[in-house]
C-alpha cells in the first residue's frame, strides 16, 4: 500500500506548524482532515453564511490538489458550533454536493475561537 501526504506546512494562526497532514492518501482513498474557514492562518468573519462556504472551498481545494471532485466524497464530517446554524448550513451544503450527496455525521461541538463550522471528509476514486 502507498500512503501519500498532503502539506502540514505552515497554516496556523500566525503561521505555525500544524502537527497533521490536511489530507492523506492511501490505495485510492483520501482523508481530508477538519477544514474551517481559515485564510492566512486566521478566521474569517460574518458568521455561518460565510464560514461555511469558506470552510467547503478549503475541503475542495485539496480534493482537487489530490486529484478528486466532490463526486468523489463517500462521507462527510460536520462540526457546528450553534445547532440554530443546522438548516442554514444543510441549504449551503446541498449547493457543493448536489443531488448525489455523500453521507454525513453532524454534532454540534463547542469550536475553537470564533469558528462557526469545521468539515471533513472521506473520498474515493480507484487507482488505475
Not at 462527510?76 to 455523500?102: A, H, M, S
Request: charged share 25%; proline share 5%; aromatic share 10%.
Amino acid at each position: 500500500m502507498s500512503i501519500k501526504r498532503y502539506g502540514a506546512e505552515k497554516s496556523g494562526a500566525g503561521g505555525q506548524r500544524l502537527p497533521f497532514a490536511r489530507a492523506v492518501e492511501a490505495d485510492g482513498w483520501l482523508h481530508v482532515s477538519g477544514q474551517v474557514a481559515m485564510v492566512d492562518g486566521e478566521v474569517i468573519e460574518g458568521g455561518i453564511i460565510p464560514q461555511t462556504h469558506k470552510a467547503i472551498e478549503n475541503l475542495i481545494a485539496i480534493l482537487e490538489e489530490a486529484g478528486y471532485t466532490t463526486a468523489d466524497v463517500v462521507r462527510c464530517g460536520v462540526w457546528l458550533d450553534d445547532p440554530r446554524d443546522f438548516w442554514t448550513f444543510n441549504k449551503i451544503y446541498q449547493g457543493y454536493f448536489g443531488e448525489n450527496p455523500p453521507a454525513r455525521a453532524c454534532v454540534q461541538a463547542s469550536m475553537m475561537v470564533d469558528c462557526k463550522v469545521e468539515i471533513d471528509c472521506v473520498a474515493y476514486k480507484p487507482k488505475s
